[in-house]
């Protein structure tokens, strides 16, 4: 079975920071997302990656299929930033994506 | 585009009453997906098709719950009868058919049921 781990599971920084959140998954995998869910509101797809390294404007996700671990990068973080970010795997081609229980992020200005 | 499309945003029921929860997909996604989301347990996958017929509905929690896809642009929740242990952030998502293509998600029916 697919364990998909990330940590912290909560965060609290300060605007400016420079934030890591990390994901670590237990088999191989096809796809990996990044996903952004702010207070109320829906699911927003961040990125979806299979090797190496994505960035969208503040934001970069990298990962590492050997290690079987990917993390996502905030940078110049703002409190809009606040959200919670999850972590998501695809076994093979068209399977269902494996969620991890996301990391609650806030930034405080 | 307007997006995957949930209605009701919320629903209060008591306990004992039938629930519907409605979802109409991106026009051409060949994928739908039934989530259920708690704190305890974060999002967990209860249904999905595949042009409309349902593909592991192992994520089912009873029979109680039930889903259906009628067309390409509308599929049902439903829980029958309701539970307190039942409330929960209840999303439906689609993608295209193409391997890895990116998720896109409703803004969710949050389920109260007293």
């Known amino acids: 079975k697919n364990e998909v781990e990330q940590s912290p599971q909560n965060l609290t920084a300060q605007e400016g920071e420079f934030i890591t959140i990390n994901c670590s998954y237990s088999?191989?995998?096809?796809?990996l997302h990044w996903l952004q869910q702010h207070p109320g509101g829906g699911i927003v797809s961040l990125f979806m990656?299979?090797?190496g390294k994505k960035k969208h404007g503040r934001l970069i996700a990298t990962i590492n299929i050997q290690e079987k671990h990917s993390s996502l990068h905030i940078t110049a973080s703002h409190p809009r930033d606040s959200a919670v970010y999850i972590c998501a795997v695809r076994p093979s081609g068209n399977t269902p994506l494996v969620f991890g229980k996301g990391t609650r992020l806030s930034v405080i200005a | 585009d307007a997006g995957v499309i949930q209605s009701p945003r919320h629903e209060v029921t008591e306990m004992g009453q039938e629930v519907t929860l409605r979802c109409k997909p991106i026009s051409g996604h060949d994928y739908l997906f039934w989530y259920r989301q708690t704190m305890m347990r974060g999002l967990e996958l209860l249904i999905y098709?595949?042009?409309?017929?349902?593909?592991?509905d192992s994520g089912m929690p009873e029979d109680r719950f039930s889903a259906k896809m009628p067309n390409a642009s509308f599929s049902t929740l439903k829980i029958q009868p309701s539970e307190p242990r039942d409330s929960a952030v209840y999303f439906c998502?689609?993608?295209?058919?193409?391997?890895?293509?990116?998720?896109?998600f409703g803004n969710g029916t949050r389920l109260t049921v007293t």
């Open positions: 990656l299979s090797s």
């Open positions: 998502a689609s993608r295209p058919g193409r391997d890895n293509s990116p998720l896109h």
């Open positions: 098709f595949n042009n409309n017929v349902p593909i592991d």
């Open positions: 088999v191989g995998i096809s796809a």
